[in-house]
């Protein structure tokens, strides 16, 4: 056969069509379902893959909380009704959110690569009809097809039912009931306050509804009226406050127990009135805030010292080569860095699976309790008292500004949850973001002198590093505080766990001869405010893995020696030691935190060593550690017995996996989660799976400079996860942003 060119270049382009068609064949089959990534959404300059099949962390999706809900509320047997039709006495949905597998089903999966455990929710049903609480574990998701009723073993639902958070269907209980109260003292108020509740349209009263409790089993509701449609409307409460009690023969709807008017206290609304009308009580009259700006504004205020520099742009902060961090779905990686992230409906901000170059460090590491105690003069010292998870921590964060909350470069992350009021999905926009961010000082730094050169600029070298971070952070809003919650990932192996609190403080009427000034400082004279003290009080989880499972926990302790000086006749030298103080079981390992006696607190793995043969560890410290003032024990200080002690060191359990509790707020005498349980049976925490539980505070007395809002100097406070021998040296060296400079360079 003659040689035809023109053939035989036909037969390898049909030869490479064909190889390069098999080839993507391959491809195809060789790729998992779950690498797949479905679509990408740029968020800033980054892209954040989204994976195609949810991962074992991952929330639910509004398609995936729709299933839940209507699996649940298409069940017979149940008896639930849409949240739009329930009453009082009716059963419905109050929450969905994920119900991670157990940890051991997890790490299996991770580590061996098993199937993936299977996706499970957590409902909680308000029941009305039996006025109890009623929990489900509910599987598979997206399609359900089965339920197990989930037994809570501290408490019984009827004491649930007394302890619940507020709801949408009680909330319009009580608007109706206020409305109808107000509505009997139109006169008193519009004459006291110039604003109202009933039929408003401009200078309205709002009101708050905060499950209280005066006593175990009792359901109280207290709220306390401020002037709204203002800017800074925290900042314009009024001397006017109800408290509610919910008798039985109510059949759950509240009856008035007592109101305040002028640190006043009646029984009624009757007694009120007449008294009122007679002139025999010391009525108050508030002037009319002013027509524009008023005082809280956030307008910026007018200054003689502004100049053309003042007006120029803030520096601003930019990834010359793109970001240097990878997000698939709510997985990071950054340099040696990996974890996930998820926002869970009722504590907030969570990262699972904490790895340093591959190697897990950490299961959980999370956000668990907010506290914010008040004092001063009945009734709001009494009811100023607030553990923020009752408000359903993670509904409350709400979206980011890009540029003032993160930087614009951020990539963004939303939020999706079940709401309540509606029954039906709901996504707050940008609730989460991560970004790289510059501290602005040297992670490390040395000039090292040249001392065989009389030149004085002669060195032998410099070296160091501009400290880079990855930062996940996310805001939440309780009312009038904001709280920045940042966790903080270092090129040298420290994580940060960091909060900053800052937004409105809460006033109340300032009363200076019932005593006041004791509890508060007046911020507003012209309205006569004062901003009473108060404690912030947060509690982080630490579930340390190091190593692997096994892990100790010991203090270093900083003690002194007095011996003879060793050069000195007769005389004493004083000096630092250190001794090392093994824990053995979980009362040992509470720590008190006492400035006399300071401390490492080191979790470790007594059978891995670095190189030098030190065992592997990490060191736990604080700054912003607080002490309670509450005696121990009495009445709500139960609700947070978590802040007893600074550190609590316990063996990780199913059972034990949050100080949070929905319940707490409305029930803080015999709280359901009690922290004290969790480490009264004093186990061993000898080579165990350990969890470190760490609390910091603190103290705020309000002075005029928190006005419009506290500003976050001063207020920011950190629980510190330092490597202690855990690598052989500083892991930053293999960073390529290290810099050395010699003379000759």
Request: charged share 20%; aromatic share 14%.
């Amino acid at each position: 056969m003659e040689w035809n060119p023109r053939i035989w270049r036909a037969v390898a382009v049909i030869f490479i069509l064909v190889s390069i068609a098999l080839a993507v064949a391959l491809i195809v089959i060789a790729v998992k379902p779950e690498n797949i990534c479905t679509s990408e959404r740029k968020a800033g300059s980054n892209k954040v893959k989204v994976k195609a099949i949810p991962q074992v962390f991952d929330n639910f999706s509004p398609a995936e909380l729709t299933s839940i809900r209507d699996y649940m509320i298409n069940d017979a047997g149940l008896n639930l009704v849409p949240i739009a039709e329930a009453t009082l006495n009716s059963d419905y949905i109050y929450l969905i959110d994920l119900h991670l597998p157990a940890k051991t089903d997890v790490i299996r999966h991770l580590d061996f690569n098993t199937s993936m455990p299977t996706r499970r929710a957590r409902v909680i049903v308000h029941a009305g009809s039996s006025k109890s609480i009623v929990q489900y574990i509910v599987s598979p998701v997206p399609n359900p097809t089965s339920h197990q009723r989930l037994i809570v073993p501290s408490a019984t639902p009827e004491n649930l039912w007394a302890a619940r958070p507020m709801d949408s269907v009680e909330q319009q209980e009580m608007i109706k009931t206020v409305y109808n109260i107000s509505e009997m003292l139109y006169t008193v108020l519009r004459e006291s306050y110039g604003y109202w509740y009933h039929n408003c349209s401009e200078r309205c009263l709002f009101f708050t509804f905060v499950p209280r409790s005066l006593q175990i089993g009792k359901r109280n509701i207290f709220t306390y009226a401020t002037r709204a449609k203002l800017d800074g409307y925290y900042l314009y409460a009024t001397g006017f406050s109800l408290l509610f009690h919910f008798p039985p023969e109510n059949n759950g709807k509240p009856a008035l127990l007592k109101l305040y008017y002028n640190n006043q206290r009646f029984d009624n609304v009757e007694e009120l009135l007449q008294k009122y009308n007679t002139g025999s009580i010391n009525k108050e009259k508030y002037s009319l805030p002013p027509s524009g700006p008023v005082y809280g504004s956030p307008e910026r205020r007018s200054t003689d010292r502004a100049t053309l520099k003042w007006s120029r742009s803030k520096p601003e902060q930019y990834e010359p080569q793109g970001s240097r961090y990878d997000v698939s779905g709510q997985h990071v990686e950054y340099m040696d860095w990996s974890f996930n992230f998820r926002m869970r409906t009722v504590s907030g901000l969570q990262l699972l699976d904490v790895q340093h170059h591959g190697e897990r460090l950490a299961y959980e590491i999370s956000m668990q309790d907010i506290a914010v105690y008040y004092s001063g003069n009945e009734p709001y010292g009494i009811f100023a008292n607030y553990i923020d998870v009752g408000w359903s921590l993670g509904t409350e964060h709400f979206p980011l500004v890009k540029g003032l909350d993160c930087p614009e470069n951020a990539m963004y992350f939303d939020h999706t949850f079940y709401n309540l009021g509606t029954g039906q999905p709901k996504t707050l926009r940008n609730a989460i973001c991560v970004f790289e961010h510059n501290n602005g000082i040297p992670l490390r730094r040395h000039f090292s002198a040249d001392f065989y050169n009389t030149e004085q600029d002669r060195f032998a070298y410099i070296f160091g590093m501009v400290d880079t971070v990855i930062i996940v952070r996310a805001v939440a809003t309780v009312w009038n505080y904001d709280y920045i919650f940042d966790y903080v990932f270092h090129h040298n192996g420290v994580i940060e766990l960091k909060v900053a609190s800052t937004g409105y403080v809460a006033t109340f009427p300032f009363s200076a001869g019932a005593g006041a000034e004791r509890y508060a400082n007046l911020v507003n004279r012209d309205f006569n405010e004062g901003a009473n003290m108060h404690h912030h009080m947060f509690n982080f989880k630490v579930d340390f893995d190091i190593a692997g499972l096994k892990n100790r926990f010991e203090t270093w302790d900083i003690s002194t020696e007095n011996i003879s000086h060793p050069l000195v006749a007769g005389e004493r030298w004083i000096q630092k030691i250190g001794l090392r103080n093994m824990k053995s079981t979980e009362k040992e390992a509470l720590v008190n935190y006492n400035f006399d006696k300071p401390k490492y607190y080191v979790v470790y793995n007594s059978k891995q060593n670095n190189s030098i043969g030190y065992q592997r560890g990490y060191r736990v410290y604080a700054s912003g550690f607080s002490k309670k003032m509450l005696p121990e024990g009495w009445g709500i200080e139960n609700a947070i017995s978590w802040a007893r002690h600074q550190v609590a060191v316990t063996k990780y359990k199913e059972t034990e996996l949050t100080t949070a509790s929905l319940y707490s707020q409305a029930n803080p005498f015999d709280p359901i989660v009690n922290f004290e349980d969790f480490y009264s049976d004093d186990e061993s925490i000898v080579d165990e799976d350990l969890v470190i539980w760490a609390t910091v505070g603190l103290h705020h007395i309000p002075t005029m400079e928190d006005i419009p809002v506290t500003t976050t100097p001063g207020k920011q406070l950190s629980v510190v996860l330092a490597p202690l021998n855990y690598f052989d040296e500083d892991p930053s060296m293999t960073s390529f942003d290290g810099i050395v400079i010699r003379p000759d360079d």
